[in-house]
């Protein structure tokens, strides 16, 4: 065992979104290695207790939320405790090409996609319980620069999502608190469903490392952005995309 490895979560309390699947539940996996208490959260309570289990340690909880509706939102913040960092994975994809878009599609996928985590984080902040020192962490994606037929709406609630990390990590300095972004590449997981296996076929080809991503991959990356580890990190936007984008 390493001695004040700064990789470590020991001592930290860590709220995941989107926990009860994919890469959300990978993410709570890999920080309760590292030590962390977890508060995760989503609406399945079945999926939500599969996390808890799988989690090492102890002192870990869940709490169901809809981010669909204010309530669920402000229930959420009300019911948390101080936190040391926090991850916002929850989301959803919905694909259609632009002339079939209207409002009510985008206001759903903006809702979970860029509403909530952004409310999440304002009312956490504003109900001081965040750190000093914390680390928020925002599950983007590289389809904010990397456009595919029907992503409109997608790509759009996730570009908001790197700005509005970008502008909370320059008011949040003052404190200390780290605002980052990562952006994955495709991770085989239930939100995955939209897109179809002959299209999935296509894509894996366009990566370079040959293979799409693993939801612990970005699990990994979570860690250090929450750790100490990457206390000089903020504003951040990092890729984890198997070279999707080099070219
Ligand atoms: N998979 C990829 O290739 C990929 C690539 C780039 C970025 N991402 C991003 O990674 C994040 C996680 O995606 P994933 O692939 O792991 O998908 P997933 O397995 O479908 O997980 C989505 C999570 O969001 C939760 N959620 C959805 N709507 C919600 C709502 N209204 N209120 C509360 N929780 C809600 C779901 O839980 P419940 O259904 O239990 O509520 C689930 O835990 C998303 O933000 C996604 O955009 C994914």
Same mark, same amino acid.
């Given at each position: 065992?390493?001695?004040?490895?700064p990789?470590?979560?020991n001592?930290? +309390?860590?709220?995941? +979104? /989107?926990?009860?699947?994919?890469? %959300?539940?990978a993410?709570?996996?890999? @920080?309760?290695?590292? /030590?962390?208490?977890?508060?995760?959260t989503?609406?399945?309570?079945? &999926?939500?207790k =599969?996390?808890l289990?799988s989690?090492?340690?102890? %002192?870990?909880?869940y709490?169901i939320a809809d981010?669909?509706?204010d309530? %669920?939102?402000? =229930?959420?913040v009300?019911s948390? #405790?101080?936190l =040391?960092g926090?991850?916002h @994975?929850?989301g959803?994809?919905? &694909?259609?090409?632009?002339k079939?878009?209207n409002?009510?599609?985008?206001?759903?996928?903006?809702?979970t996609?860029f509403?909530? #985590?952004a409310l999440i984080t304002q009312k956490?902040y504003?109900a001081k319980?965040i750190?000093?020192?914390g680390s928020v962490v925002?599950?983007?994606?590289?389809?904010?620069?990397?456009?595919?037929? /029907?992503?409109i709406?997608?790509m759009?609630?996730?570009g908001a999502i790197?700005?509005?990390s970008? %502008?909370?990590?320059?008011?949040?300095? +003052?404190q200390?608190i &780290?605002?980052n @972004?990562?952006e994955?590449?495709?991770i085989v997981?239930n939100l995955?469903k939209?897109i179809s296996d002959?299209e999935?076929a296509? =894509?894996?080809?366009r990566? #370079?490392?040959g293979r799409f /991503?693993k #939801?612990?991959e970005?699990?990994?990356?979570?860690?250090y952005?929450?750790s100490?580890?990457?206390?000089?990190?903020?504003?951040?936007v990092i890729k984890i995309?198997g070279g999707l +984008?080099?070219r």
């Open positions: 065992m390493i001695e004040n490895n990789f470590s979560l001592e930290k +309390t860590v709220l995941v +979104t /989107g926990a009860s699947s994919g890469i %959300g539940k993410i709570a996996q890999e @920080c309760a290695k590292m /030590g962390a208490k977890l508060i995760i989503a609406r399945n309570e079945e &999926r939500l =599969d996390t289990q989690l090492v340690g102890n %002192g870990h909880q709490i981010f669909s509706s309530d %669920g939102i402000n =229930d959420l009300k948390l #405790p101080i =040391d926090m991850v @994975c929850a959803l994809i919905k &694909r259609l090409p632009l079939f878009v409002e009510s599609h985008l206001t759903e996928i903006m809702q996609n509403f909530a #985590p956490i504003k319980k750190q000093q020192e925002f599950i983007s994606s590289v389809a904010t620069g990397f456009a595919s037929f /029907g992503n709406m997608y759009a609630s996730k790197n700005s509005l970008k %502008g909370i990590a320059f008011e949040l300095a +003052t200390k &780290r605002v @972004c990562i994955p590449g495709m997981t995955t939209a002959e999935l296509e =894509d894996v080809k990566y #370079p490392l /991503g #939801p612990e970005i699990g990994y990356a979570a860690v952005l929450l100490n580890a990457s206390k000089w990190i903020t504003g951040s995309d +984008t080099l």
